[in-house]
Structure formats: structure tokens, C-alpha cells
């Protein structure tokens, strides 16, 4: 079954670090336009940062120059380094797919959730 | 950035009943468009893309159209299941993809 499982998340200080991982099954990663996308609770759907098949990346306002998307092609895994996390953040975070390209997105993981708090 | 805007944000349909979502953007995306259903404690789902096209699996009675600004999602008759939130996203100007703010399909 084509899936995305995401782990990682958990409860992090203000100003702390998290990683979280995507690990993709019956696809390739490298082969796909993959990204991050998290909604805060009670929130819309926003996309945070996108790796392209070719390695480009792009990211939100947000989070740029805090956030790295990377990908482990032997582990078929997609990562979201988080760093000097804010409050902001706190957030159910998604990997998904591209179908075609970088948007739209057909294949979702369950998300995983970050808690940034004292 | 393109701003997208939805539609109502709540709309209060009953069952076999036909539901009508609007979508506009603030600027032209062409028909690089989808639409997507969240339901509780669930991931988003694709549904539509490229405005009208739909999905791998995804029920006929769910159509898309419009182009430019103004799109529309259709369910011609609601199931219980199809209770839910759901968003519309551009994917013309990117990055960033941005959505919508949703609207909520209660019974």
C-alpha cells in the first residue's frame, strides 16, 4: 500500500530543536516532489516547506532559516529539522506527496504533533 | 501571495440534498486548483485538482469547475460520510500553495 508515516513529534521548550521524520512505503521519495504541510489546532491547512525530486527546496516565510526539509534516499525518509521552535509552531504536522509535481497533494500521512511550551 | 477566500465558512445541508462550496482567489490561478476533505482527527484528502479533475476513487457525485478567480466544489447528494471540512488550495503561483480558510458541511 502506497503510505506516508510520520513520527517524531512530541512536546518541546520554546527556542528547542525537534526532528521529524516521513517514511514513505511503495514509492520513492527522491523520485517526488515531497512536503510539509501543518495545521494548528482548530486551524487551516498550511504548507511549510516543499524538496523537489531534482533536490531544490523551498520554504514558508515562517520558517525560513529555521526549518530543513532533507531526504535519506536509502531509507526511502523524508526529515523536517526544526530549530529555534516558537510558539507558532505548535502544530499537527503532515507529509504529502505532489501527484504530479509540487502541488497538489494525493498521498498523506497521518501527521504527527508538536507542542512547543514552557 | 495569492489570498484564497471560501464560501461560506459553515453550510447546513441535509442529507441527499445537493451542496454548493465556493472558492475565489485574488488573483487569476488559471485552473491550478484542488479541493480537499478533512474530516475529524483524519488527514486531508485530495479530491479535485486541476479544478475539475477527479482523484483516484473519489465518488462521481463530487464535481469541480470554474477557472480564472471562481470555482465551485458540487456534491449532488450529500452521503453521511461526506460530512466534513473542506478546503480549496492554488498551485499557480507557487511556492506557496496557499488555501482557503475551509468550510465547514454539517448536517
Known amino acids: 500500500e502506497v503510505q506516508l508515516v510520520e513520527t517524531g513529534g512530541g512536546l518541546v521548550q520554546p527556542g528547542g530543536s525537534l526532528r521529524l521524520s516521513c517514511a514513505a512505503s511503495?514509492?520513492?521519495?527522491?523520485?517526488?516532489?515531497m512536503s510539509w504541510v501543518r495545521q494548528a489546532p482548530g486551524k487551516g491547512l498550511e504548507w511549510v516547506t516543499v524538496?523537489?525530486?531534482?533536490?531544490?527546496?523551498y520554504y514558508a516565510d515562517s520558517v525560513k532559516g529555521r526549518f530543513t526539509i532533507s531526504r535519506d534516499n536509502s531509507k526511502n525518509t523524508l526529515y523536517l529539522q526544526m530549530n529555534s521552535l516558537r510558539a507558532e509552531d505548535t502544530a499537527m504536522y503532515y507529509c504529502a506527496r505532489g501527484k504530479s509535481g509540487a502541488a497538489p497533494w494525493d498521498i498523506w500521512g497521518q501527521g504527527t504533533m508538536v507542542t512547543v511550551s514552557s | 501571495e495569492i489570498v484564497m477566500t471560501q464560501s461560506p465558512a459553515t453550510l447546513s445541508v441535509s442529507p441527499g440534498e445537493r451542496a454548493t462550496l465556493s472558492c475565489r482567489a485574488s488573483?487569476?490561478?488559471?485552473?491550478?486548483l484542488a479541493w480537499y476533505q478533512q474530516k475529524p482527527g483524519q488527514a486531508p484528502r485530495l479530491l479535485i485538482y486541476d479544478a475539475s479533475t477527479r482523484d483516484t476513487g473519489i465518488p462521481a457525485r463530487f464535481s469541480g469547475s470554474g477557472s480564472g478567480t471562481e470555482f465551485t466544489l458540487t456534491i449532488s447528494s450529500l452521503q453521511s460520510e461526506d460530512f466534513a471540512v473542506y478546503y480549496c488550495?492554488?498551485?499557480?503561483?507557487?511556492?506557496?500553495?496557499?488555501f482557503g480558510q475551509g468550510t465547514k458541511l454539517e448536517i
Open positions: 524538496i523537489y525530486s531534482a533536490g531544490r527546496t
Open positions: 488573483q487569476s490561478v488559471s485552473s491550478n
Open positions: 488550495q492554488q498551485y499557480d503561483n507557487w511556492p506557496p500553495g496557499t
Open positions: 511503495e514509492f520513492t521519495v527522491s523520485r517526488n516532489y
